[in-house]
């Protein structure tokens, strides 16, 4: 215990100093923010932030939230099983598991007319959707910042390029895929301008977030674990996905549900009160059901966009 207060008393001292208010909403412009509530960094850190909403939109972002030279370190965790590939544990064997049926999932929202072209994985962790896809026979390129994440990628075959490298010598991809990345992405806007440009005519960008708006989230109220400050800035409703897509001269097609993210969320999200994990199943479940039969969206969603011909 003792050492975690010191942890957290350092990290606070450091990131006092190296946090940074948004100057704009990414969606509307607008300049001004009111704080909602506040979220511990539940998975690292332990620190407090504040999420905020744009007064002209409604959108909910982190904020302030670390500098972008600091945001790095927020992920230093064995336990970021997106990105290890670890297999300890059985919240990340499960997790690993379901992996595949979730690939299934992903590979299926893509539309069948799709043009012929090499699909391109921006954020790919270690890189597994990309092998699913070549055991599909796709031609296919993945993008991915953290180094650790490269190494993990080419240590299971998969050779992944740098962010920074996408879009060298003007190649144009029929498919580029972002699962769960948008909304750790700063400069979105940016990145979105970047993706749009190097989309062939007709081509498909899918983009996977979580849903504040689905049962799961207003259940665990600020314990629900993909809130995941600092490392999300940027919080989605459908609206707001929607909205700052289209402002990138690509058409909303279609959503569909990720079914199995409410699950694993809902597990994460009861251990964050230091409750009965194994209950998020049941919660995770609910989340599913009212998405089905009611009002609600679920937990995480994927939607298609397409850019005109
Ligand atoms: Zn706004």
Same mark, same amino acid.
């Given at each position: 215990?003792?050492?975690?207060?010191?942890?957290?008393?350092?990290?606070?001292?450091?990131?006092?100093?190296?946090?940074?208010?948004?100057?704009?909403?990414?969606?509307?412009?607008?300049?001004?923010?009111?704080?909602?509530?506040?979220? +511990?960094?539940?998975?690292?850190?332990?620190?407090?932030?504040?999420?905020?909403?744009?007064?002209?939109?409604?959108?909910?972002?982190?904020?302030?939230?670390? *500098?972008?030279?600091?945001?790095?370190?927020?992920?230093?965790?064995?336990?970021?099983?997106?990105?290890?590939?670890?297999?300890?544990?059985? +919240?990340?064997?499960?997790?690993?598991?379901?992996?595949?049926?979730?690939?299934?999932?992903?590979?299926?929202?893509?539309?069948?007319?799709?043009?012929?072209?090499?699909?391109?994985?921006?954020?790919?962790?270690?890189?597994?959707?990309?092998?699913?896809?070549?055991?599909?026979?796709?031609?296919?390129?993945?993008?991915?910042?953290?180094?650790?994440?490269?190494?993990?990628? *080419?240590?299971?075959?998969?050779? +992944?390029?740098?962010?920074?490298?996408?879009?060298?010598?003007?190649?144009?991809?029929?498919?580029?895929?972002?699962?769960?990345?948008?909304?750790?992405?700063?400069?979105?806007?940016?990145?979105?301008?970047?993706?749009?440009?190097?989309?062939?005519?007709?081509?498909?960008?899918?983009?996977?977030? /979580?849903?504040?708006?689905?049962?799961? *989230?207003?259940?665990?109220?600020?314990?629900?674990?993909?809130?995941?400050?600092?490392?999300?800035?940027?919080?989605?409703?459908?609206?707001?996905?929607?909205?700052?897509?289209?402002?990138?001269?690509?058409?909303?097609?279609?959503?569909? /549900?990720?079914?199995?993210?409410?699950?694993?969320?809902?597990?994460?999200?009861?251990?964050?009160?230091?409750?009965?994990?194994?209950?998020?199943?049941?919660?995770?479940?609910?989340?599913?059901?009212?998405?089905?039969?009611?009002?609600? /969206?679920?937990?995480?969603?994927?939607?298609?966009?397409?850019?005109?011909?």
């Amino acid at each position: 215990m003792s050492d975690d207060s010191t942890f957290h008393v350092e990290q606070t001292k450091n990131s006092v100093a190296e946090k940074v208010q948004l100057s704009h909403c990414p969606i509307c412009n607008n300049t001004k923010f009111k704080s909602k509530f506040s979220v +511990l960094d539940h998975f690292y850190s332990h620190e407090e932030f504040h999420i905020a909403e744009c007064n002209g939109c409604g959108f909910l972002c982190t904020n302030p939230r670390p *500098a972008n030279s600091i945001l790095p370190s927020y992920y230093n965790s064995d336990a970021y099983v997106s990105h290890s590939g670890s297999k300890k544990g059985l +919240l990340n064997r499960i997790y690993h598991q379901v992996q595949t049926f979730n690939f299934r999932i992903k590979y299926r929202s893509i539309p069948l007319d799709v043009p012929h072209g090499t699909w391109a994985d921006y954020g790919a962790g270690n890189g597994g959707f990309l092998r699913y896809l070549k055991g599909k026979g796709k031609d296919v390129i993945g993008f991915e910042p953290e180094e650790d994440a490269r190494k993990n990628a *080419a240590n299971q075959g998969m050779d +992944l390029s740098p962010v920074s490298d996408f879009g060298h010598k003007n190649k144009s991809y029929s498919c580029i895929t972002m699962w769960h990345v948008l909304e750790h992405i700063p400069d979105v806007n940016e990145v979105l301008d970047k993706l749009v440009s190097h989309l062939t005519p007709g081509g498909i960008l899918a983009i996977a977030v /979580p849903n504040y708006e689905s049962f799961d *989230a207003k259940w665990y109220r600020e314990y629900w674990a993909a809130f995941d400050v600092p490392r999300h800035i940027w919080h989605f409703s459908e609206k707001h996905i929607i909205r700052l897509c289209q402002k990138h001269q690509i058409e909303f097609q279609y959503k569909k /549900p990720m079914p199995f993210d409410s699950f694993y969320v809902s597990i994460l999200s009861e251990g964050y009160q230091n409750k009965f994990k194994p209950k998020g199943i049941i919660l995770g479940a609910l989340s599913n059901l009212y998405a089905r039969f009611s009002d609600y /969206p679920y937990s995480s969603q994927i939607y298609i966009f397409k850019k005109p011909i």
